[in-house]
């Protein structure tokens, strides 16, 4: 778990730095996060399977509904950049203008 989430980081680092040059990089940033939400939701699916609450006393706790909210805000724009290679969102316009500052060069 610590490898994949430090091998995470480094390809953020690597798509954020260049993100032409290291587009695969950050689609394996994506494609990193909507499998930890998947998994996440998954392991909460088997759980509430077996009795365990939808929802759980704190708000911070792991849960099902937890998990379904995540895999929602976070897995699928995940999904979305994974597919499209963009997310239609202000980061773009980022990506753009950090691309356009790595051509002047």
């Known amino acids: 778990m610590l ?7 480094i390809f953020a680092t ?8 290291f587009e695969w990089s950050l689609r394996l ?3 990193a996060v909507l499998s ?6 998954a392991t909460e699916i088997v759980a509430w399977w077996n009795g365990k609450p939808a929802a759980g ?3 911070s706790g792991t849960n099902l509904f937890n998990a379904l909210k995540g895999l929602i805000v976070f897995g699928l724009p ?6 499209r290679g963009r997310s239609d969102s202000v980061v773009d316009t980022l990506i753009v203008d ?8």
Do not use: I, K, N
Not at 14 to 21: C, D, E, F, S
Not at 98 to 105: L, N
């Open 3 to 9: 490898y994949a989430f430090s091998a995470t980081l």
């Open 14 to 21: 690597l798509g954020l730095t260049a993100p032409r040059r």
């Open 29 to 31: 940033v994506a494609l």
């Open 36 to 41: 930890a939400y998947l998994a996440y939701a």
């Open 57 to 59: 006393v704190q708000r």
């Open 78 to 83: 995940s999904l979305y950049f994974l597919l």
């Open 98 to 105: 950090a691309a356009e500052r790595e051509d002047d060069e």
